[in-house]
């Protein structure tokens, strides 16, 4: 699901380069695999990863909950 909303946000914004951040806890293979085809665009894809539960300092909660950027 979460690649697939990456995917939606920057086929919209295709007329313009978009930088998008990405947090990944899961999806690892499906979302490298779909990364590639948004660069011909002139996309950015920022990736960061970490688990997607618990209370480490890079589980995706406390990362949002610090105010870390994303927009998935």
Known sequence: ML???VVARC???AASAAEVRVILGGLTAA????VPNL????????????PSMGTTVNA???RLQR???ADY
Do not use: M, S
């Open 60 to 62: 995706i909660p406390i």
């Open 67 to 69: 105010g870390e950027p």
């Open 31 to 34: 979302f490298n695999t779909l």
């Open 39 to 50: 660069k011909p665009d002139g996309n950015k894809v920022l990736t960061t990863y970490g």
């Open 3 to 5: 690649v697939l909303l």
């Open 11 to 13: 086929a919209a914004g």
